[in-house]
């Protein structure tokens, strides 16, 4: 008895791989705009941003305003501290 699991299951003549790509070019696809720069790309549903940059830019100003208050906390955690040290 050959009993076959996983990927060896009616999968004979094609890779994983291969039916990845089989799949991604069933997801739906359409025009979008990017968020950050304005540049027009064929995406699918899920995809924001044109490129790693944009995505990136988008991310730093997301976060933004919790990196300068975790800045701000720092500076003045150091400078009571320098204020102590010199008392």
Known sequence: MDIKFGYAL???DVSATDAARLLAGLRRQEP???QVCGTE???TTRRLYCSPLCRLKA???RHAEARKAKRRARYH???EESQQ???
């Open 32 to 34: 979008r705009v990017c």
């Open 59 to 61: 991310d730093y100003a």
């Open 77 to 79: 955690r150091q400078k």
């Open 10 to 12: 009616g999968m004979s």
């Open 85 to 87: 040290n010199q008392a």
């Open 41 to 43: 790309v064929i995406a």
